[in-house]
T-cell receptor, first 113, second 114 residues
Framework: DGGITQSPKYLFRKEGQNVTLSCEQN?????MYWYRQDPGQGLRLIYY???????QKGDIAEGYSVSREKKESFPLTVTSAQKNPTAFYLC????????????FGDGTRLSIL | AQSVTQLGSHVSVSEGALVLLRCNYS??????LFWYVQYPNQGLQLLLK??????LVKGINGFEAEFKKSETSFHLTKPSAHMSDAAEYFC????????????FGSGTRLSIRP
């Protein structure tokens, strides 16, 4: 079945460490996205990519970095510059057309040790 | 600018009762609208979408939504709530300024009383 795979499901980070969250899709979608979700809040866009080798900052990009070297993959690195990284991170993909929905992975929960 | 507002961060209904989750949008152009559901510790799942055509949209799990341009609303309903409907629900609108981006509402948590 086609879908989006995020790994790991749970991730722990020590202070000062960078960690990378994986996102892979086999839907042949051009566009991919990373969102952050905090308890009781909606989704905030971190980064998005409409095509391979190109990506744009979202609303809360500071302290995060991404790459898009392959169509299927859009990893997110949470750097030590992100002072409050504890959150639920969601990856999504879409065809990129305005009338099409985004499809989501099951998320990665990041916690600080 | 486009935006979406969900009225009520928490809604509680009895099992078997009508579910009504409210969503209003702001858009100067015809909107593309979506409803998503999120169960605990999971990603978002598409319930239904409105693009063009019929204003009453049927989705999965017995949910439906009606696009009302005059009221700028896209409320989600289900005639009879089931315990399994307890979840967080998000209304969303596509942004014309960027073909790839969607703006999400802040979400409504639906609780079902036995």
């Amino acid at each position: 079945d086609g879908g989006i795979t995020q790994s790991p499901k749970y991730l722990f980070r020590k202070e000062g460490q960078n960690v990378t969250l994986s996102c892979e899709q086999n839907l042949n979608h051009d566009a991919m996205y990373w969102y952050r979700q905090d308890p009781g809040q909606g989704l905030r866009l971190i980064y998005y990519s409409q095509i391979v080798n190109d990506f744009q900052k979202g609303d809360i990009a500071e302290g995060y970095s991404v790459s898009r070297e392959k169509k299927e993959s859009f990893p997110l690195t949470v750097t030590s510059a992100q002072k409050n990284p504890t959150a639920f991170y969601l990856c999504a993909s879409s065809t990129g057309f305005i009338n099409q929905p985004q499809h989501f992975g099951d998320g990665t929960r990041l916690s600080i040790l | 600018a486009q935006s979406v507002t969900q009225l009520g961060s928490h809604v509680s209904v009895s099992e078997g009762a009508l579910v009504l989750l409210r969503c209003n949008y702001s858009s100067s152009v015809p909107p593309y609208l979506f409803w998503y559901v999120q169960y605990p510790n999971q990603g978002l799942q598409l319930l239904l979408k409105y693009t063009t055509g019929a204003t009453l949209v049927k989705g999965i799990n017995g949910f439906e939504a009606e696009f009302k341009k005059s009221e700028t609303s896209f409320h989600l309903t289900k005639p009879s709530a089931h315990m399994s409907d307890a979840a967080e629900y998000f209304c969303a609108v596509s942004l014309y300024s960027s073909a790839s981006k969607i703006i999400f509402g802040s979400g409504t948590r639906l609780s079902i009383r036995p």
